[in-house]
């Protein structure tokens, strides 16, 4: 008689979803603050824990243009400056950036275009050579202080971007524990 042994893997992977509040107008500047820090409430199995970036889809409701932005993970829910005006940011905040992700406009699959969903823009990052990929996030602040389950989310623009609607950008991380 053998013995046998089964690892059971659950939930060894998550994906969540934010849909940030951006302003439809202006148009936003490169380096505008695209929208407040959104938060991830539970991305964390437990206070003070961590865990992978794995992948990062980005919907763009508006099919007009493909945008380049960089999506900042950080422990803070401090704002990186004001909405729809340059990111202005204290040394203090930026300590609690985890992880950077840029999007370009390479990234994009237009909407409209060959292969792609007519009514949106999409994009899907997973590639561990690209800027944050495969980061970990800890829900705790630099100096190991602040433990949380949560996670904050805030977007800089990377050229001029025109937004048609308050929730045109629909964010999904995925994560792995």
């Not at 990111?87 to 992700?101: C, H, K, N, P, R």
């Not at 970990?136 to 025109?162: D, F, K, P």
Request: charged letters at 15%.
């Amino acid at each position: 008689m053998g013995f046998k042994r089964e690892v059971v893997v659950r939930d060894r992977y998550k994906l969540f979803t934010i849909i940030p509040t951006v302003q439809a107008t202006p148009d936003y500047a490169a380096g505008d603050v695209l929208f407040a820090p959104t938060e991830i409430s539970n991305i964390f199995s437990e206070v003070g824990a961590s865990c992978i970036l794995k992948s990062i889809t980005i919907i763009d409701k508006q099919i007009v243009a493909t945008h380049a932005f960089t999506l900042y993970f950080t422990n803070s829910s401090t704002a990186l400056g004001t909405i729809n005006a340059t990111a202005d940011v204290s040394v203090g905040t930026l300590e609690e950036v985890q992880a950077t992700i840029p999007i370009v406009d390479g990234d994009w699959i237009a909407g409209g275009g060959a292969g792609s969903v007519d009514l949106a823009n999409v994009c899907t990052i997973t590639n561990p050579a690209v800027d944050g990929i495969g980061s970990v996030l800890q829900g705790s602040n630099w100096a190991g202080g602040n433990l949380t389950r949560g996670i904050h989310v805030v977007g800089i623009a990377g050229e001029t971007m025109n937004v048609a609607s308050t929730s045109d950008l629909i964010i999904k991380i995925g994560v792995e524990y």
